[in-house]
Antibody, heavy 121, light 106 residues
């Protein structure tokens, strides 16, 4: 059974940085791209980018270029999404997600449970 | 940049009725379209990909149609668990999502 388990809710100050983790189980972690998607009250669902856990290669959405970093630790089957320079409009639920097929196409069969991040002074 | 527009914003229906949800793309996206269902407090759930293909385990009452710029998700007979928000998504580059259609109980 494929499971993606994310880290818990966080409250951050404007300007701070964030790191959310996504621990995978039930499949070969290095065989499938991990994507990150966030859901905000104002903008709805937004795709943020992906990481190839095998190579570490990443692709980021232009909206987040310069302040997003995706990494992984294959020894513990965990992917990470970091976001810097947080603003109030970064308040969102952040999801990791993967496809059932081993390619980068952003179709999401499996999702983490979501991590609520609140940015507030 | 592809923009997806969903309509209507809200659909008020009774269990047993059929539902027709629309998704329009600003430019042709051939059949690179997926549909998701989301219930409160849950992550989205993949229903349809390739505009017409049901994902694993999705009931046959859900069907997708369309190509190019106009797409439809049809729920043939609404069951209680189908009342939720539905999103379409283009899965090309920088994949956008539509704004969603809420299917609520009338």
């Amino acid at each position: 059974q494929v499971l993606l388990v994310q880290s818990g809710a966080e409250v951050k100050k404007p300007g701070a940085s964030l790191r959310v983790s996504c621990e995978a189980s039930g499949y070969s972690f290095t065989g499938y791209y991990i994507h990150w998607v966030r859901q905000t009250p104002g903008q709805g669902l937004e795709w943020m980018g992906w990481i190839n856990p095998n190579s570490g290669d990443t692709t980021y959405a232009q909206l987040f270029q310069g302040r997003i970093t995706m990494t992984r630790d294959t020894s513990i089957s965990t992917a990470y999404m970091g976001l810097s320079g947080l603003r109030s409009d970064d308040t969102a639920v952040y999801y990791c997600a993967k496809r059932a097929v081993a390619d980068a196409v952003p179709i999401f069969d499996h999702w983490g449970q979501g991590t609520l991040v609140t940015v507030s002074s | 940049e592809i923009v997806l527009t969903q309509s209507p914003g809200t659909l008020s229906l009774s269990p047993g009725e059929g539902a027709t949800l629309s998704c329009r793309a600003s430019h042709s996206i051939t059949t690179q379209l997926a549909w998701y269902q989301q219930k409160p407090g849950q992550a989205p759930r993949l229903l349809i990909f390739g505009a017409t293909n049901r994902a694993t385990g999705i009931p046959h009452r859900f069907s997708g149609s369309g190509s190019g710029t106009d797409f439809t998700l049809t729920i043939s007979r609404l069951e209680s668990e189908d009342f939720a928000v539905y999103y379409c998504q283009y899965y090309g580059s920088s994949p956008p999502f539509g704004g969603g259609t809420k299917v609520e109980i009338k």
